[in-house]
């Protein structure tokens, strides 16, 4: 009786921790890049974006990001950048309209957490690695997340626009969420 | 052929200078002119990204080359009027002031628009202003008409030299030429041993 007890209980567990879902406060919350162009590093930030963030630090198993970003948003503070941007040459806005980013798991890796995930780009969908920082505090949290994505992997600046001696091939991912309770 | 310049002719390093600006500026002036022929945005990028690299260039050659004049001799005037020297001497001048002030007013331009400046990819150089896009057509406007001021000027510097080259038969040009001969004596020193 006791060993069925033990079993039903260990089996009831998981459910009972459930990730906290949050949401994003937009004022304090932002979600850009920085990259370089002729050696020098610029950053970008994306005006309009959406995530949805389930978490928590002691249950990775169900916690979740799933984030949708509107490409056609950014700026970069250059007039000829913000405007190439969108342009079929890089975003393709026309045809693609949204990134979307969406956590496949979660696990530890050196004393940080690793959102693995999948990134949809450009019409290519390829899995994306970020390192999440998670500190709770009054009223909510905040949630810093760093990653780096390969540019050519997703055709974001092809052709003449290839060429990373002039614009970065790495590009650093970084955004910073004011997270409250949902 | 000496290095530094004599009583005779202009020295090899004052030649190098000379020519090596010469063709710099030209080339590189006209580069610029033909910027829009690029036939798509990342040629323009790349080929500007070259132009304001050939100008830095320029502008290290030319600082050199007034610390070189400084610290050379330089040959005595050939034999002429009063005016035809004085003429020389303020057209070379506002051309020291132009091949100085071209390639600051490339670095100014660019910094006005915010763009990086890069060294045949090598290196950065810091902006010498901050951006203002309120500038920026001042900017490229000063550069731009600064090449054809020095095209105007560029005019009386050649015709005075071939002036005296083709007209006075003297060394005024033979001396600065990378492998000129000097004629044996200037003609106004006549045939006197």
């Known amino acids: 009786m006791k060993r069925l007890a033990i079993l039903l209980l260990s089996l009831a567990l998981p459910c009972a921790a459930v990730a906290a879902d949050y949401t994003?406060?937009?004022?304090?919350?932002?979600?850009?890049?920085?990259?370089?162009?002729?050696?020098?590093?610029?950053?970008?930030?994306?005006?309009?974006?959406?995530?949805?963030?389930?978490?928590?630090?002691?249950?990775?198993?169900?916690?979740?990001f799933d984030v949708e970003v509107t490409l056609a948003s950014v700026k970069t503070g250059d007039a000829d950048r913000d405007g190439a941007l969108p342009g079929p040459d890089?975003?393709?806005?026309?045809?693609?309209?949204?990134?979307?980013?969406?956590?496949?798991?979660?696990?530890?890796?050196?004393g940080k957490v690793i959102a693995d995930g999948t990134l949809t780009l450009r019409g290519v969908t390829k899995p994306v690695s970020l390192e999440v920082t998670f500190k709770p505090q009054a009223g909510g949290a905040t949630l810093d997340v760093a990653g780096t994505v390969k540019r050519l992997d997703f055709g974001v600046g092809t052709g003449d626009y290839a060429?990373?001696?002039?614009?970065?091939?790495?590009?650093?991912?970084i955004a910073h969420l004011q997270l409250a309770p949902k | 052929m000496s290095l530094r310049s004599n009583d005779r002719q202009w020295g090899s390093?004052?030649?190098?200078?000379h020519w090596v600006i010469a063709l710099g500026i030209l080339g590189n002036g006209l580069f610029g002119l033909l910027m829009d022929l690029a036939h798509s945005p990342m040629q323009k990028i790349n080929w500007l990204a070259?132009?304001?690299?050939?100008?830095?260039?320029?502008?290290?050659?030319?600082?050199?080359?007034?610390?070189w004049r400084w610290a050379d001799r330089r040959p005595p005037d050939e034999p002429m009027p009063r005016w035809q020297r004085l003429a020389a001497q303020a057209t070379h001048g506002v051309l020291y002031v132009l091949i100085v002030l071209l390639p600051l007013s490339g670095w100014w331009f660019n910094s006005v628009t915010g763009k990086p400046l890069q060294w045949f990819k090598q290196f950065n150089l810091p902006a010498l202003v901050a951006k203002n896009d309120e500038l920026r057509d001042l900017a490229h406007g000063v550069h731009e008409y600064l090449f054809w001021f020095l095209l105007l000027v560029l005019v009386a510097h050649v015709g005075g030299a071939l002036k005296h080259h083709v007209f006075d038969n003297d060394n005024v040009l033979r001396r600065m030429l990378p492998f000129g001969r000097l004629r044996a004596r200037s003609p106004s020193e006549g045939d006197q041993p």
């Open chain 2, 13 to 17: 390093v004052a030649k190098f200078f």
């Open chain 1, 90 to 110: 890089f975003f393709d806005t026309a045809k693609f309209p949204k990134a979307h980013f969406v956590t496949t798991g979660f696990r530890q890796s050196g």
């Open chain 1, 24 to 64: 994003v406060q937009p004022a304090g919350s932002t979600l850009g890049f920085s990259n370089t162009f002729q050696g020098e590093s610029f950053n970008g930030q994306f005006g309009q974006w959406a995530a949805a963030i389930s978490y928590d630090p002691a249950n990775l198993a169900s916690s979740k």
């Open chain 1, 163 to 173: 060429d990373t001696s002039v614009i970065g091939g790495d590009v650093k991912v």
């Open chain 2, 50 to 67: 070259l132009h304001k690299s050939i100008g830095l260039t320029v502008l290290a050659l030319v600082l050199l080359r007034i610390a």
